[in-house]
């Protein structure tokens, strides 16, 4: 068709816009709009535009061919294909993948996990209420426990592009107090492991043990010393309260010293007692004498945990806590002494000072003090003060192996975690406690290889910088996420 008077070809409206609907019906993008577009809106393009009859199909636009659409539903019968039942193309699942990604997901096994986080969500379905409330609580109103997260997503990584190819001799390992093991993270003194699963602290001993970390055991564990020391085929590092009586602290002493424990571990913060709400409303009637209770935590007579049992002995001074407490322990064996709670330079000096082997620093993952300072800001004047006389330990916050290269970036020796591993033992057991070790030890090497460090030694601060706002994408609702 032309113009009058003029011999220029003039387009035809309908021509138009039947080739604008090939154009869109060819490209990918419209298997994502079909779906949303409502039926009335096709019906009058249906005589403009030829539909393929080749059910369930649209052409690639690099060669013209027929390719399947990956939103069509191959067990309705509209699709028409007749293709083996092998080669029918698979039904997607429901993609939630988005919403599961900041807020974990219901995982069936832990092969399924994508984070620590997956069974967070596990562990919580699976628990008493009363348990998971002593687990996932913090002081107050979670403050610390937020702080504390806060402190590693305001540290930024410094990445190196090229340099040594470090994926082939990758040494991730660490010594420390005359013992070395495969990775600078640990596993963090948790009570009541059997609260969670019935494999208990054995169970993570053998996760432990396998994946080569250092664990700590609690004071008050489900299982004893001597049970856990079986478990992970080798002693292990004793977390000891202090009791006011001397001589219950010695007996306790010399029970894990010769069992061969190299090394105690006295928590300090939470001496001055913590503002537990969350445990007081979740105890609240009857508390531990409600008869659910009283099935475990007294079904015998006098039932203690097993580390306080058999301690009874003629009662000894009570010593009051001064830094001279601190030689009393450390003369009281031959065991290496860490000090456990310590966030400060001033009392990091006073430790070491007085026969410290080792600094712990601490907040008690947001339990004991609401100071709302986290570990990780607290760990650098620490390490400052301590000048390398002994290793510096961390906890508290860590979720990801960027927290830990992180902490030894700042000058830790190694970096513990605590409801992760007992999310991961809630969940499924030793298995649980294996992936969890496993996922935060890969993502801790991606970073070694992302800076092109090849060792432990060579993360300095010089890879990390500090924003002023920490980066906060997880959802946290009532402290789930941190």
């Known amino acids: 068709m032309t113009e009058t008077g003029s011999g220029k070809p003039v387009m035809d409206p309908g021509s138009s816009r039947r080739q604008f609907f090939k154009f869109l019906a060819a490209s990918p993008l419209a298997a ?4 949303a577009i409502p039926s009335s809106w096709m019906e009058p393009l249906a ?3 030829p539909i393929s009859r080749e059910p369930g199909s649209l052409p690639c636009t690099n060669c013209g061919a027929p390719v399947l659409n990956p939103l069509f539903d191959p067990t309705e019968s509209r699709t028409g294909l007749n293709l083996p039942r092998q080669e029918m193309p698979q039904e997607l699942p429901p993609q939630q993948a988005q919403e599961e990604q900041l807020t974990g997901s219901l995982i069936e096994s832990p092969e399924e996990a994508i984070n620590v986080w997956d069974f967070e969500q596990v562990v919580h379905g699976n ?12 002081v107050d109103d979670y403050e610390t426990r937020v702080a504390n997260r806060e402190g590693f997503n305001r540290l930024m990584l410094r990445p190196r ?5 470090a994926s082939a001799g990758l040494d991730t390992s660490m010594e420390i107090l005359g013992q070395r093991f495969d990775s600078p993270l640990f596993l963090c003194p948790v009570a009541a492991n059997q609260a969670f699963h019935t494999q208990g602290e054995a169970g993570a001993a053998r996760a432990a043990r396998r994946r080569g970390i250092l664990q700590l055991q609690s004071h008050v564990s489900s299982n004893s010393y001597e049970e856990i020391a079986e478990a992970r085929g080798e002693p292990h590092w004793f ?3 202090t009791n006011p009586d001397w001589n219950r602290n010695q007996r306790v002493i010399n029970r894990v010293a010769s069992a061969g424990c190299p090394t105690l571990v006295w928590t300090i913060d939470l001496l001055g007692g913590s503002n537990r709400e969350l445990s007081r409303r979740s105890l609240s009637g009857e508390g531990r004498d409600s008869a659910l209770c009283t099935q475990c935590h007294n079904h015998q007579e006098g039932y203690q945990r097993p580390m306080n049992r058999d301690l009874d002995g003629a009662p000894g001074e009570r010593p009051p806590y001064t830094w001279d407490y601190v030689k009393r322990l450390k003369d009281a064996s031959d065991m290496n002494l860490v000090l456990k709670g310590i966030v400060t330079a001033e009392e990091a000096e006073l430790a070491i000072e007085h026969g410290a082997d080792g600094i712990y620093v601490s907040n008690h993952g947001g339990r ?4 709302m300072w986290s570990t990780i800001d607290a760990l650098p004047e620490v390490v400052e003060a301590v000048r390398g006389r002994v290793p510096v330990m961390i906890d508290s916050g860590v979720r ?7 902490a030894l970036a700042l000058g830790a020796t190694a970096a513990g975690i605590g409801r992760p591993y007992v999310w991961g033992l809630g969940a499924f057991g030793e298995d649980g406690v294996d992936k969890v070790i496993e996922l935060l030890v890969a993502e801790f090497r991606m970073v070694m290889q992302q800076t092109r460090t090849t060792s432990v030694d060579e993360i300095t601060s010089r890879f990390v910088m500090e924003a002023k706002n920490p980066v906060m994408t997880r959802h946290n609702e009532l402290g789930f996420g941190l």
Not at 128 to 138: I, R, S
Not at 161 to 165: D, Q, S
Not at 400 to 406: A, I, L
């Open 239 to 241: 977390q000891i309260y």
């Open 32 to 35: 994502v709009a079909y779906s």
């Open 400 to 406: 990801r192996g960027s927290d830990v290269f992180k």
């Open 47 to 49: 005589g403009e535009v």
């Open 161 to 165: 592009r090229l340099g040594v190819e």
């Open 368 to 371: 004991a003090v609401n100071s």
């Open 127 to 138: 628990s008493l209420a009363q348990h998971w409330d002593f687990l996932h609580m913090g």
